[in-house]
């Protein structure tokens, strides 16, 4: 037999269901411009009849409703889109973080007017070419020397550019780094409050809203990927590492050395092993830092230094109004001041590399030659050695092209005076320097006895860089190869102030039988103003107006790649964010109709309640005993 009070109980559970409920509304309600928020909805569910199956049960007709009751409160989301935008989210990230520093380099490259560096370069260039008409005045070498000062200044400013934005990004990447630590922390401690609400059979709504947020703001930073099988145990993976398992968040570290230019790496704290990252901003200040920007100014560094190497190669040999020879016309500074190009490289206190920047054969060439024999050239390359095959039929100008096109470290070209000349160009990781041949070998006879560069065939008679002394395997001596220059000489280059004290030391003519040049002699004006259109291998392009076009025209593209890219990931960021918007975000409209509802449930509840507070009034106050 029921209660007389079972009503009562009823209807007191109707009330609080629906109690719940509106709250639960006017909780959405509040939260509808909350950030990362879910709409919340409860679940009711009928409350345990009375007279369960057995045998000692009552004889009555069915099951007893006890009311309802909220079962549980659950967040509308949808596990499987979350992962999607996660997944996508890294890529948005680096668009939009690379996208501004890209045009920032723009405006660095967009030179107008005669203050320009390609400007200062054609005048230059020009000056030289006024200089072989009048070898005999004055007034053209002041031109010359004002005109290179200023070609150096726009050198710098661009260098200065390059070099601040490439900071800029290295101090993004240490405010990054910070922000990644700070949000593995929270979600760990968010994993931690959460198990525990869980184990009191508790659903954590907020603090689950909370923590996918901070997910997505960490998805956006790193490409990661989220497991969440083990409802104890959240975990994030990022770059097939775990960073965050439950209650445990691990942390990047920044480490700083010279063979980076005191730039950061990123390591694992409690490893120390290098962390790599696939997408996210933090991917794309790594990349702009070490290979966009840097790539930008091992460029400029490449032109400077073949520009400064092949102008002071002719004016070294040429003769001054004022008779001076042997000037170089810009300041070169050596990477080492030991004359054999030998360095510290491990800082033990003993020599055990060599800097060496240009080799020069010793026997003159003839480029339409043919070789007339066969073999292979080894030099080092950016994945190690590069192997360079040579034939009989093949001219001196074709091994030279093959040697340019072959992707080595070291370009070729024949220098004025016919002899070949190898140098080395920018290297393509951090580990090695700059403007350093590191190996040299011939199986056969094309840079040992016929352009006399090195002495012996084979591994035996190899230039290798990782010995003092290495200069040994070279066939010239000190006058047929020079130093390493201390690193970006886009940086510090300079005019020989020699020539600023006095211009009529700028050289314009070449001597003959030792005698200095006559003064109306300009072929040494005239041959350096033909480097401006000549084949000197600046890196991959053939001339130094090659190298401007081909500047100008890579930043474009980079600009165009990277606009384009981020309109691409924002429009299907913004499609995955509509839809789980559509999903999960808090309706108006559908929310006010939800808190109709409840209201008249919870109305309903309460006149319920009074129907049977009348009816039990009528029994104990009413009825007659």
């Known amino acids: 037999m029921t209660s007389t009070f079972a009503g009562i109980e009823i209807g007191k559970r109707g009330v609080i269901a629906h109690q719940q409920a509106l709250n639960t509304t006017g909780h959405n309600l509040s939260n509808a411009s909350t950030e990362g928020y879910s709409r919340q909805r409860v679940e009711m569910s009928a409350f345990e009849p009375i007279y369960l199956p057995g045998l000692n049960r009552e004889e009555t007709p069915g099951q007893?409703?006890?009311g309802t009751v909220?079962?549980?409160?659950?967040?509308?989301?949808?596990?499987?889109?979350?992962?999607?935008?996660?997944?996508?989210?890294?890529?948005?990230?680096?668009?939009?973080?690379?996208?501004?520093?890209?045009?920032?380099?723009?405006?660095?490259?967009?030179?107008?007017?005669?203050?320009?560096?390609?400007?200062?370069?054609?005048?230059?260039?020009?000056?030289?070419?006024?200089?072989?008409?009048?070898?005999?005045?004055?007034?053209?070498?002041?031109?010359?020397?004002?005109?290179?000062?200023?070609?150096?200044?726009?050198?710098?400013?661009?260098?200065?550019?390059?070099?601040?934005?490439?900071?800029?990004?290295?101090?993004?990447?240490?405010l990054t780094v910070g922000r990644v630590n700070d949000l593995s922390k929270q979600i760990a401690g968010l994993n931690r409050d959460i198990q525990k609400i869980r184990a009191q059979g508790d659903n954590p709504n907020d603090l689950l809203d909370r923590r996918d947020l901070l997910v997505d703001k960490l998805s956006s930073i790193i490409d990661v990927t989220v497991d969440s099988r083990d409802p104890d145990e959240f975990m994030v993976h990022t770059a097939g590492y775990i960073l965050v398992q439950g209650k445990i968040g691990r942390q990047f570290d920044l480490q700083q050395g010279i063979e980076t230019e005191g730039y950061s790496r990123i390591a694992w704290k409690d490893t120390g092993d290098e962390a790599h990252f696939a997408g996210g901003s933090l991917a794309a200040l790594l990349d702009l830092r070490d290979t966009t920007i840097q790539g930008e100014i091992?460029?400029?560094?490449?032109?400077?230094?073949?520009?400064?190497?092949?102008?002071?190669?002719?004016?070294?040999?040429?003769?001054?109004?004022?008779?001076?020879?042997?000037?170089?016309?810009?300041?070169?500074?050596?990477?080492?001041?030991?004359?054999?190009?030998?360095?510290?490289?491990?800082?033990d206190g003993t020599f055990d590399s060599t800097y060496i920047f240009r080799i020069n054969g010793i026997n003159r060439l003839e480029g339409q030659a043919q070789l007339g024999f066969e073999g292979q050239i080894t030099l080092s390359g950016a994945d190690g050695d590069v192997q360079i095959p040579y034939y009989p039929t093949d001219t001196v100008t074709e091994v030279i092209a093959r040697i340019n096109n072959a992707g080595a470290e070291v370009v070729a070209r024949l220098n004025r005076e016919g002899f070949l000349s190898l140098k080395g160009s920018t290297a393509e990781g951090w580990d090695n320097p700059d403007f350093v041949i590191r190996h040299i070998e011939d199986s056969g006879y094309f840079?040992?006895?016929?352009?006399?560069?090195?002495?012996?065939?084979?591994p035996e008679g190899a230039y290798d860089w990782g010995r003092a002394d290495a200069m040994t395997a070279l066939s010239g001596g000190v006058q047929k190869y020079s130093v390493a220059p201390v690193a970006h000489p886009s940086g510090w280059i300079d005019l020989n102030p020699a020539l600023l004290r006095d211009p009529n030391s700028v050289a314009s003519g070449f001597g003959a039988n030792g005698r200095s040049a006559n003064p109306g002699n300009g072929e040494a004006a005239l041959a350096i103003a033909a480097i401006r259109n000549t084949p000197v291998m600046v890196g991959n392009q053939n001339t130094f107006d090659d190298y401007f076009a081909d500047?100008?025209?890579?930043?474009?593209?980079?600009?165009?790649?990277?606009?384009?890219?981020?309109?691409?990931q924002n429009l299907i960021m913004k499609n995955l964010r509509d839809m789980r918007e559509s999903i999960s975000g808090v309706n108006m409209d559908e929310e006010l109709a939800a808190m109709i509802k409840y209201q008249h449930g919870y109305a309903a509840a309460a006149r319920f309640i009074t129907t049977v507070n009348t009816l039990l009034d009528t029994i104990i106050n009413r009825m007659g005993v």
Not at 447 to 458: K, M
């Open 551 to 568: 500047s100008v025209g890579r930043i474009g593209l980079l600009g165009e790649q990277s606009n384009r890219a981020l309109e691409t």
């Open 64 to 66: 007893i409703g006890q």
């Open 447 to 458: 840079l040992t006895g016929y352009a006399g560069l090195i002495n012996d065939r084979g």
């Open 70 to 174: 909220v079962e549980r409160i659950e967040r509308i989301r949808d596990q499987l889109l979350d992962q999607r935008i996660i997944a996508q989210a890294s890529g948005e990230g680096y668009w939009s973080t690379r996208d501004p520093y890209v045009r920032m380099m723009e405006q660095l490259y967009l030179e107008v007017g005669d203050n320009s560096m390609r400007s200062g370069m054609d005048a230059f260039w020009d000056s030289w070419q006024e200089l072989s008409q009048y070898p005999s005045d004055t007034a053209p070498r002041q031109a010359v020397v004002e005109r290179g000062r200023t070609l150096v200044d726009a050198i710098h400013e661009r260098y200065k550019g390059l070099k601040g934005l490439q900071d800029m990004v290295d101090q993004d990447i240490q």
């Open 298 to 347: 091992q460029n400029l560094d490449n032109m400077t230094m073949n520009f400064v190497d092949l102008v002071n190669e002719v004016h070294r040999d040429a003769y001054g109004l004022n008779g001076n020879t042997g000037l170089d016309f810009f300041q070169e500074y050596p990477f080492v001041t030991n004359l054999n190009g030998n360095y510290d490289r491990d800082g």
